[in-house]
């Protein structure tokens, strides 16, 4: 054996245990929280022992990776750097989007200026005959009112609500309150949040309430200046349209009704993402708004 093979084998060098290398991990992932802890505080996360409510503690796991298969336990072994989590089985949660109304309530009346609709059932297939499933069905925005509300007062006067019970309306799309009453869906609403009243199941009939106007969409433009044909999903949504109907008009401070600027037959320009679009028996496109939306008046 030579000088350097007795001086290398006279250092002993030792080999490292599991246990140690599960410490070092341990201490490694505390690191590493700890600085991640400092790192968010100046910014109010509030990041903490106490903000990790699913995590009852540390242990080591076991060198050999095992699966459980048992889909009954409530902890199991999470990460690669040998560190078991123990994590707890949180409840699920349940999110009811309308208020259940008790059996034992008989009716409901309505304060002030509200409305009760009786919510129309979301259609379940297509004009085609197709069924939908229920996440494809789109939100209904029309129904029947079943009460209404003594009204409000402006100045000395009282002024009644405008649409009756068993009226025929549409609303505002993510207006009021939703009630599930006698095992139907309901929605309790304000006056104002209801565009019009309609006898059909045709848009164009629709008449427009306060200060509401009803447009019949401009078709949008086939070809650019060019003479280019556009695609459907290259065409601008278009801002313009024919008046068909128009409100009575707002309420002024004393109760009294102003009349619309606008007249039936009129074209107009409207901001661009107002209102709610509806689709005609005509196969047209027409936009319920309120007047203030309305920007020009159009002549050729």
């Not at 379940?124 to 029947?144: D, Y």
């Amino acid at each position: 054996m030579g000088h350097s093979e007795k001086a290398i084998s006279s250092f002993n060098i030792p080999t490292p245990s599991v246990r140690g290398l599960c410490n070092m991990r341990v201490a490694f992932w505390w690191a590493f929280v700890g600085g991640l802890m400092a790192a968010l505080q100046p910014f109010g996360c509030g990041v903490g022992a106490r903000s990790l409510p699913s995590f009852e503690g540390l242990r080591l796991a076991p060198p050999a990776t095992r699966t459980s298969s048992s889909s009954s336990s409530s902890s199991s072994s999470v990460g690669t750097l040998g560190l078991g989590l123990k994590r707890r089985s949180l409840p699920a949660l349940v999110v009811k989007a309308a208020t259940v109304i008790a059996p034992k309530y008989s009716s409901i009346k309505p304060l002030g200026d509200r409305v009760l609709v009786k919510i129309k059932s979301s259609e379940e297939k297509t004009s085609g005959g197709i069924l939908l499933p229920t996440t494809a069905q789109s939100k209904p925005q029309g129904g029947e009112i079943v009460a209404v509300g003594e009204g409000k007062t402006i100045g000395k006067k009282q002024i009644n609500i405008s649409a009756e019970v068993g009226k025929q309306v549409i609303y505002s799309k993510y207006a009021g309150t939703e009630l599930e009453f006698n095992g139907s869906k309901h929605l309790l609403l304000k006056e104002d949040d209801i565009m019009g009243i309609l006898d059909t199941d045709d848009i164009k009939d629709l008449k427009p309430l306060n200060d509401r106007v009803l447009i019949k969409i401009a078709e949008a433009e086939e070809k650019t200046a060019g003479g280019l044909l556009l695609t459907e999903a290259t065409k601008d949504k278009p801002s313009i349209g024919t008046v068909i109907a128009v409100g009575p008009g707002p309420l002024d401070q004393e109760g009294n009704r102003r009349a619309l600027k606008i007249s039936p037959g009129s074209t107009v320009m409207y901001s661009k993402y107002a209102g709610s679009e509806f689709k005609g028996a005509d196969g047209a496109d027409y936009i319920v708004l309120k007047a203030s939306d309305v920007m020009a008046v159009l002549s050729s």
